[in-house]
């Protein structure tokens, strides 16, 4: 399996490697056997490098863990009430050698996951790129209930699929037109929030042609358990002629359209108002699309453009920094310096 | 404006349960208004019989006097769990529900999502509200006291009025279920899903102000365990002498002090947004949600270690007592303890590292988390240390404990992966992190509070619970729980969403039936509950421990007749060690006459607590259907009650030193014919409170 990893971690293969494949085959047969739905069973390189960091958690944690589940019913049986043979001791009640213990043992336990969480929270930043590869750009817009997966270079929308080439990685950004949701496909990697008038980022990439799941974890209302969709990396070409089919089947996103994607109701209902009939099922293809779509939805809680509004390109330098000063004001909002922009 | 505006506001037929099902009969309508419709009569069937029952009994005057005015600790805390009790019973069946609509709702299931909204909201806000905060209120309120040797807290009409505050909350809640809908937003209520933009009902409303009660209330007995602590103690009682739990519920009581009032504020500048059109947390306008989430986890984190303190005070009191032996590394524990408390102030931001921050923020606060788990970690091992070389009788108590352990460290060790940002981006949101609080929820404080209801009940009434109910009990919630809440873990961390009515993927069904059949075995146990109360209560006879030492304790509350006299102590006893009834039974020196007996003053009933309760009930109903006559009344009432309670004079009672002497010796009389028992007779009818010296002749051989 060609697994990726931007850095060889530390002390991995020093904990019993034949029960982290004890522990990867029992959960291979168990939660993982739906193909693309768990981290358990990683398709990408993001959620291949949480899962091993799974397994380490819990491998270290075995050395706090298993001395309660042993010790607990072994004393408690040993010294129970009928056993006369055992050593009654009603007064003993301190020893610096066991305190010593007990105290040593989480504290170095800790120690070691402390720098494990430094490193591997900054390696797994949903905020970074990860790879020097040509990213491809996807903006997503969480509604009342379901995504809109917005491609600003090539003027294309899509609802209910979200395709891409498995040799790019993604480059996500992410508002909400509603309330907080949090968008999550997790074969591939991370969740991350989606809030009005701010955006957030994220990077995940897939390590071969496939389909998983993709969902909005964050209850948002009636709808909210039909909020998924599927993502789909496919080969470059694949993805060249799936673009082609959107283009081709797609309608455009005017104010008619639009007013349909933003008005509450799941996929099915903006699929029968656009009469998305000549497109796959459970997809809806737009064309025609502003690439300053997500700019312009989160500029509408901020004093920005009206909800009819937001649909108009108007791309032009002077708006280019205007997004950028926005972008500063979600960022500080975040508790993220502004220079991490770019 | 209309009559019927100004009246009722916007309370009318479409508030009845049924309604809708009437004016739009479809399936969903149907099923869903049938059940609530049942819920809501089966709380008005209760309500009538139980005021039937008062009724009949002719009990009214002794309801208002010996318990709904008083405010005598003890009477207050047994108030508080009965309260607990029932909103358990409630949040209960409604989790049951749950499970069978989850287990059946591969594409569908029966119940709407709207309702399914309700019901895990309603579930949430009652079990941390109104089940755990009454629960650990009331066993503080009820042990706490005893153990400092005082006769009652600081400010006991104080007391009184966070009780009623309290249950005033919890009526919002009932009420919800017959008159108008619940929130659908989660026990945490974020906005702007929460705002009127967003809902516009009632259901958010009779959330903010059911919340705003009871962390009011919450707060003042936060105040009050803390002063009666610091200032209450008995002579002689150093910080480093007082028992175990009265530690946990110092903590506890400083993070109630602290942590209550950000969710206060919280609630209230959501209900300015909701009321008053203010821009809070709203989408637009400059109002930001990112301020509520960290203002209602400035409250919702430390509240998670209010949770859990107590009854880690209560484990350390049952595990030395039924190990026959003294404390393990007491200075330990409550080093651990106050580290604990300190901490959970700074781990928040882990209940959202998913909303943007930094990867250094969100570091730095997974390590912060993860520190937690150092003291609690040294807990359970101190536990078992005191277990070691003791004698230990698997009592009901006992049997929770254990379960607690064994239990809890699976919780913690979910909880340290939940601490990883990075795995935490993986399981937030999801049914792992249900799981996982329901882990360190139902073994670390259900399991603590059922075994401190368990240890103290006869201290209370003067008998001792049913043991084999109460195993049965016990086991069932140990396995229930495990069949519930660990398939959560597994469907959890194959992508399932919290708060999902339905799915599409069968590969989630088999987890979810397992999860069902734990449910079943869960209500199993709450009805063993029921059961044992009622097997007690008419073994009572036999179960009496009228000398007061069933368990032959360690601590100043088993010093004293059972159920405790209302002035607890007839002579306040005098501390010059840790465990000092233990030591005046070591010495021989144990029921004693007092020298003197002195008059005892005590404070008198007061209706405040009463009073609050109805007129912040009626406001809060006010506010929430928008009658804003009842508003102004029961403002006007507040401000009526709290000034008239300033000119209440004739507040205290004297009880005579002859009543005290003669209430003493008549106990010392019944200690004089009880047969002292050994450990091994604990659980029998020959058990009437007086404990055999048998620790100290087994450790001497």
Request: glycine fraction near 8%; proline fraction near 6%; aromatic fraction near 12%.
């Given at each position: ?68 589940l042993?010790f ?40 070691v ?10 390696d ?39 395709g ?82 959107v ?13 349909v ?52 390109s ?15 004001h ?13 | ?46 309500a ?27 009477r ?10 029932v ?29 399914f ?23 503080i ?50 906005p ?43 002579p ?12 946990t ?62 009854a ?38 882990h ?12 570091a730095?606060?997974?390590?912060a ?22 004698r ?35 399981v ?187 007129a ?49 010796e ?27 010296r ?8």
């Amino acid at each position: 399996m060609p697994t990726f990893r931007r850095r060889p971690h530390i002390g991995r293969r020093a904990i019993g490697t034949g029960l982290l494949a004890a522990l990867a085959l029992s959960a291979g047969s168990g939660p993982a056997a739906a193909e693309g739905l768990s981290f358990l069973d990683p398709q990408g390189p993001v959620a291949a490098a949480q899962r091993d960091h799974f397994y380490a958690v819990i491998l270290l944690m075995l050395v706090v863990v298993v001395p309660v589940l042993i010790f607990t019913p072994l004393v408690a049986w040993r010294y129970r009430y009928r056993n006369h043979g055992a050593r009654y001791a009603p007064d003993w009640k301190f020893s610096w050698p066991l305190e010593a213990l007990i105290w040593g043992v989480p504290v170095a336990v800790v120690v070691v996951l402390s720098v494990w969480i430094w490193q591997e929270t900054h390696d797994l930043d949903p905020y970074a790129p990860l790879a020097a590869d040509k990213s491809l750009r996807v903006e997503v817009i969480g509604y009342d209930w379901k995504w809109l997966f917005v491609y600003p270079d090539l003027h294309i929308a899509t609802m209910g699929v979200l395709g891409f080439p498995s040799d790019r990685s993604l480059d996500i950004r992410l508002t909400s037109a509603s309330v907080m949701q949090s968008f999550f496909i997790p074969a591939l990697g991370s969740q991350i929030y989606a809030m009005a008038g701010m955006r957030t980022k994220l990077h995940l990439k897939a390590n071969r042609p496939g389909t998983f799941l993709g969902e909005n974890t964050q209850y948002n209302g009636k709808g909210f358990h039909d909020q998924k969709f599927r993502a789909r990396a496919m080969t470059a070409r694949g993805f060249t002629d799936w673009v082609k089919q959107v283009r081709a089947k797609g309608v455009p996103l005017d104010a008619k359209a639009y007013d349909v994607v933003r008005a509450k109701g799941g996929l099915t209902d903006v699929r029968r108002a656009v009469a998305g009939g000549s497109m796959p099922p459970g997809t809806v293809y737009f064309t025609d699309v502003s690439a300053d779509l997500l700019a312009n939805v989160m500029h509408q809680f901020n004093g920005g453009a009206s909800s009819s509004e937001v649909i108009v390109s108007e791309r032009s330098p002077a708006n280019d920094t205007a997004l950028r000063s926005d972008a500063g004001h979600a960022a500080s909002a975040t508790g993220e310096p502004p220079a991490r922009e770019e | 404006m209309t009559l019927h505006h100004l009246l009722l506001g916007r309370l009318d037929l479409h508030a009845l349960p049924f309604w809708t099902m009437i004016e739009h009969p479809t399936h969903e309508t149907i099923v869903n208004g049938t059940i609530t419709t049942a819920a809501a009569g089966l709380e008005v069937l209760a309500a009538i019989v139980v005021i039937a029952l008062v009724t009949r009994a002719g009990k009214w005057r002794y309801l208002w006097s010996e318990w709904l005015t008083s405010v005598d600790h003890k009477r207050i805390g047994i108030m508080y769990i009965a309260l607990s009790f029932v909103m358990m019973s409630r949040a209960l069946i409604e989790a049951a529900l749950m499970r069978t609509q989850q287990a059946f709702g591969l594409g569908g299931g029966f119940l709407s999502p709207e309702h399914f909204g309700e019901l895990f909201s309603t579930h949430g806000t009652i079990m941390i509200f109104f089940m755990a905060m009454p629960f650990l209120t009331g066993v503080i309120n009820f042990a706490m006291p005893l153990q400092i040797g005082t006769r009652d807290v600081s400010f006991p009409v104080m007391n009184s009025v966070s009780l009623g505050l309290t249950t005033a909350g919890a009526m919002m809640i009932v009420i919800s279920l017959a008159l108008g809908k619940f929130s659908t937003g989660g026990w945490s209520g974020y906005p702007p899903f929460t705002e009127a933009a967003f809902n516009a009902g009632v259901g958010p409303d009779y959330w903010i102000w059911a919340v705003t009660l009871s962390s009011l209330g919450t707060m003042m007995s936060g105040i009050n365990f803390a002063v009666t602590i610091y200032k209450r103690r008995a002579p002689g009682m150093t910080f480093m002498r007082m028992p175990l739990f009265t530690w946990t519920a110092l903590c506890t009581a400083i993070l109630m002090i602290f942590a209550m009032p950000p969710l206060t504020v919280a609630t209230a500048m959501l209900a300015l947004d909701r009321y008053l059109d203010f821009h809070f947390f709203t989408n637009g306008s400059g109002g930001n949600m990112m301020n509520y989430a960290n203002l209602f986890w400035l409250f919702g984190h430390p509240e998670v270690y209010i949770l859990i303190l107590p009854a880690f005070g209560v484990y350390s009191e049952i595990f030395s007592t039924f190990s026959g032996k003294l404390l393990y590394g007491y200075t330990s524990l409550v080093l651990a303890t106050m580290a604990i408390a300190v901490i959970s102030f700074a781990v928040w931001l882990h209940h959202f590292f998913t909303m943007g921050q930094n990867a250094s923020v969100n570091a730095a606060f997974g390590i912060a988390t993860m520190l937690v788990g150092i003291p609690t970690g040294v807990k359970i091992y101190d536990w078992i240390l005191t277990m070691f070389r003791g004698r230990v009788r698997f009592t009901v108590p006992i049997v929770y404990g254990l379960g607690f352990m064994m239990l809890f460290v699976l919780g913690g060790l979910s909880g340290i992966l939940l601490a990883n940002p990075t795995l935490d981006y993986q399981v937030h949101n999801t049914l792992f992190l249900v799981a996982h609080f329901h882990n360190m929820l139902i073994p670390g404080l259900l399991f603590g509070m059922l075994a401190a209801y368990h240890y103290w009940f006869p201290k209370a009434f003067g008998f001792r619970l049913d043991e084999r109910w109460g195993m049965i009990s016990a086991v069932s919630w140990i396995v229930g729980f495990m069949l519930a809440f660990f398939p959560l873990y597994v469907i959890g961390a194959m992508g399932f969403p919290r708060r999902t009515v339905a799915y599409f993927d069968p590969v989630y069904r088999p987890w979810m039936l397992i999860a069902l059949a734990g449910a079943a075995v869960v209500l199993v146990a709450l009805a063993s509950l029921f059961v044992q109360l009622f097997v007690s209560i008419r073994r009572r006879e036999a179960l009496a421990v009228p000398a007061g030492d069933p368990w032959d304790g360690s601590n100043l509350e088993w010093a004293i007749a059972a159920p405790a006299p209302e002035y607890n102590f007839s002579v306040i006893p005098d501390v010059s060690d840790r465990n000092p009834f233990m030591i005046a039974k070591q010495k021989g020196d144990a029921y004693q006459t007092p020298a003197e007996f002195q008059d005892i003053t005590m404070p008198k009933n007061s209706p405040l607590g009463m009073a609050l309760a109805v007129a912040g009930g009626a406001l809060a109903f006010g506010l929430v259907w928008h009658i804003w006559w009842l508003v102004a009344l029961s403002c006007l009432g507040v401000l009526v009650a709290i000034v008239g309670q300033g000119f209440a004079r004739d507040c205290e009672k004297v009880i005579p030193a002859a009543e005290v002497r003669r209430q003493h010796e008549a106990w010392l009389r019944t200690v004089a014919a009880s047969r002292a028992v050994p450990r091994d007779l604990e659980g029998e009818p020959a058990n009437t409170g007086l404990a055999a010296r048998d620790r100290f002749s087994q450790a001497a051989e």
